[in-house]
């Protein structure tokens, strides 16, 4: 099975801040990458697929980036409501489509 | 607008089975495929398996073979999981969440349940 490994675990910004989080892949997966936020006690939301396509509604400070193994998370200019946790997903080795341990991101 | 509506919260007991339903609305429920995803307390996302609705085809996680299974009902557009043999670290939100296939390729979750709360305890 393909493992999704992401770091930081967690991370501490300021609003307005430029943020990136990594997620490794454990085999080459071209750009099969998706990556979701969810806040407490809700639901996830994608806010990206394919590596870097921006979903419909999500805001364009919310970029991705990366192919192969190694992918991109990045807030352009953190805002209040950005503080959530993330998750990158692999959709390549489908039928089986496995998350990333999650990125906590914290308010310093 | 796309929805998935969730059964409510279930306490059950070491052992003993639990089905969740996620009932779909505002699409055509059999084009696109639905997911389950559980999260445990304080814990990650972690994928179950899947069913096209159109053909009833499943896929599950290793981890759950044996113990999940998958089944819907086109005629109320509401799709089921079913755990079974529960133990306590089963305690988890289970969600359901609606596959999609963008650019022709690339499948991701779109839209999500609510969330169903299970507790297994004693």
């Known amino acids: 099975d393909i493992q999704m490994t992401q770091s930081p675990s967690s991370l501490s910004a300021s609003v307005g801040d430029r943020v990136t989080i990594t997620c490794r892949a454990s085999q080459t997966i071209n750009t099969y990458v998706n990556w979701y936020q969810q806040k407490p006690g809700k639901a996830p939301n994608l806010l990206i697929y394919?590596?870097?396509s921006l979903q419909s509604g999500v805001p364009s400070r919310f970029s991705g980036s990366g192919s192969g193994t190694d992918f991109t998370l990045t807030i352009s200019s953190l805002q209040p409501e950005d503080f959530a946790t993330y998750y990158c997903?692999?959709?390549?080795?489908?039928?089986?489509?496995?998350f990333g341990q999650g990125t906590k991101l914290e308010i310093k | 607008q796309v929805q998935l509506v969730q059964s409510g919260a279930e306490v059950k007991k070491p052992g003993a089975s639990v089905k969740v339903s996620c009932k779909a609305s505002?699409?055509?429920?059999?084009?696109?495929?639905i997911h389950w995803v559980r999260q445990a307390p304080g814990q990650g996302l972690e994928w179950m398996g899947w069913?096209?609705?159109?053909?009833?085809?499943?896929n599950y996680a290793q981890k759950f073979q044996g113990r999940v299974t998958v089944t819907r009902d086109t005629s109320i557009s509401t799709a089921y999981m079913e755990l079974s043999r529960l133990r306590s670290d089963d305690t988890a939100v289970y969600y359901c969440?609606?596959?999609?296939?963008?650019?022709?390729?690339?499948?991701?979750?779109?839209?999500w349940g609510q969330g169903t709360l299970v507790t297994v305890s004693s």
């Open positions: 069913i096209n609705p159109n053909s009833g085809g499943t």
């Open positions: 997903q692999q959709s390549y080795n489908t039928p089986l489509y496995t």
């Open positions: 394919g590596a870097s």
């Open positions: 969440a609606r596959g999609i296939y963008s650019s022709g390729t690339y499948h991701s979750f779109d839209s």
């Open positions: 505002g699409y055509t429920f059999v084009d696109y495929y």
